[in-house]
T-cell receptor, first 114, second 114 residues
Framework: DAGVIQSPRHEVTEMGQEVTLRCKPISGHDYLFWYRQTMMRGLELLIYFNNNVPIDDSGMPEDRFSAKMPNASFSTLKIQPSEPRDSAVYFC????????????FGPGTRLTVL | AQSVTQLGSHVSVSEGALVLLRCNYSSSVPPYLFWYVQYPNQGLQLLLKYTTGATLVKGINGFEAEFKKSETSFHLTKPSAHMSDAAEYFCAVSDQGGSYIPTFGRGTSLIVHP
């Protein structure tokens, strides 16, 4: 398996623009997680899905953020409109189950909002 | 509610010296415990995990950690540091009585001097 795939790897955009980050989890994994990593706040869980259904989105910072998982092999995280404080590295991770199972992280998308 | 404290945002050691990265957790029920490593410009990957059984857990690259319930600790050690160990290390705890979704610490940056 190729592991968790994220695209794009780098995104530079201007304030006010819409940004869409993409993730393909490992095949057969039932859980998908979106994280944000910054120097100030560390690694934050934004939202997670189980079998394509959003379970907990309490980490999503504002209504400008939305996430979808239309099928088992694809998820998106959208920011509209983007702001400079959204600049961060966004990770997608997947796991077979919750709890004891390892989370497999993608390489991340480095987002810069000017 | 579960939480994780990693003592020291940066740890500096000489090549060949002992590595000790500290992790303390709070959990109302027996936890599952993890250490992840993040190399520059990469996602996190699992080093080792404790779920049940033997409290001394061995992981990849010569790392090991010991679950000490009385001290609520899960410190990571390696007898002899190598330059390639320079990375960010994250401790995580998953609460069996809660959502089972891991909570990550703020991370510790390991610096290895030649």
């Amino acid at each position: 398996d190729a592991g968790v795939i994220q695209s794009p790897r780098h995104e530079v955009t201007e304030m006010g623009q819409e940004v869409t980050l993409r993730c393909k989890p490992i095949s057969g994994h039932d859980y998908l997680f979106w994280y944000r990593q910054t120097m100030m706040r560390g690694l934050e869980l934004l939202i997670y899905f189980n079998n394509n259904v959003p379970i907990d989105d309490s980490g999503m910072p504002e209504d400008r953020f939305s996430a979808k998982m239309p099928n088992a092999s694809f998820s998106t995280l959208k920011i509209q409109p983007s702001e400079p404080r959204d600049s961060a590295v966004y990770f997608c991770a997947s796991s077979l189950q919750r709890g004891t199972d390892t989370q497999y992280f993608g390489p991340g998308t480095r987002l810069t909002v000017l | 509610a579960q939480s994780v404290t990693q003592l020291g945002s940066h740890v500096s050691v000489s090549e060949g010296a002992l590595v000790l990265l500290r992790c303390n957790y709070s959990s109302s029920v027996p936890p599952y415990l993890f250490w992840y490593v993040q190399y520059p410009n990469q996602g996190l990957q699992l080093l080792l995990k404790y779920t049940t059984g033997a409290t001394l857990v061995k992981g990849i690259n010569g790392f090991e950690a010991e679950f000490k319930k009385s001290e609520t600790s899960f410190h990571l050690t390696k007898p002899s540091a190598h330059m390639s160990d320079a990375a960010e290390y994250f401790c995580a705890v998953s609460d069996q009585g809660g959502s089972y979704i891991p909570t990550f610490g703020r991370g510790t940056s390991l610096i290895v001097h030649p």
